[in-house]
């Protein structure tokens, strides 16, 4: 479990913690089932941050602070699959042209608005949550992001025909890795939201599930960036929920 933990934890942000993990593309597969766990570890450190700076800045730059050391974590890695899937979205006439677009090192324009808009929208929805449930959102946003890409990977298949990150995932991630993660996932939000938090889970288990469906209508399946672009859009889909369930 340690070792699984530590896994998913360097792949997904910017902590190095040994060099000597020996990760083959089985254990990085498997260790998706730990991927709502590594959203925790995120979570803690977004909390820690909002304590620290809050003794001596405003909320309003306090909640700003804490987006771009969320950014800075993950090292931008679901920022970049979200902007390589707004451009392919936006760029590709078919499913070919889309994964060669979204394989295309280049940002295009629609990344760069679909990204400011994302960054915009995801900041001013974390200034609207309201400061008694702020610290409890920090720790579930991360959380069902990391999970929704478990889910893609888990229901749905490889798009590209050749390799790409998301192939090892979608090979080496079972109903097993699905399952526990599933399990951690709803025991963190029902533990901190209770049946407010089952229904954001529900929710977002739905509208990600639909996600997939459209993309594997457009290009097949899914890829690295689709998944990428779906935890994005779930922390975004996550304080929007929270904003709206408790700004009553």
């Known amino acids: 479990m340690i070792k699984g933990f530590l896994t998913a934890l360097q792949f997904l942000t910017i902590v190095r913690i040994s060099k000597d993990l020996d990760i083959t593309e089985e254990k990085l597969g498997r260790s998706m089932s730990y991927f709502p ?41 679901h920022l970049d699959g979200f902007a390589d899937t707004v451009d ?7 499913s070919e042209k889309t994964l060669s677009v979204m394989r295309d090192s280049q940002i295009g324009s629609f990344a760069v608005v679909g990204l400011a808009l994302l960054l915009i929208l995801k900041i001013h929805a974390l200034m609207g949550v309201p400061a008694e449930v702020k610290n409890m959102t920090l720790l579930i946003m991360p959380v069902l992001g990391r999970w929704s890409t478990v889910q893609l990977a888990c229901g749905f298949s490889y798009a590209r025909s050749g390799p790409g990150t998301a192939l090892l995932f979608t090979q080496f991630a079972g109903k097993k890795e699905y399952v526990i993660s599933t399990i951690i996932t709803a025991v963190i939000l029902i533990g901190f939201f209770h049946l407010k938090g089952l229904g954001i889970f529900l929710t977002i288990a739905a509208l990600m599930y639909l996600f997939g469906l459209f993309f594997k209508k457009r290009i097949g399946g899914v890829t690295g960036d689709i998944m990428g672009a779906s935890c994005e859009l779930t922390e975004v889909l996550t304080l929007l929920m929270i904003c709206g369930l408790f700004n009553k």
Do not use: H, N
């Not at 700003?64 to 950014?71: C, G, P």
């Open 37 to 77: 766990l590594v959203g925790f570890f995120i979570g803690l450190i977004l909390v820690a941050v909002r304590y620290l700076f809050s003794f001596f800045l405003p909320a309003s730059l306090v909640d700003i602070i804490v987006i771009v050391t969320l950014v800075g974590l993950a090292g931008a890695f």
């Open 88 to 94: 392919g979205l936006a760029g590709g006439k078919d």
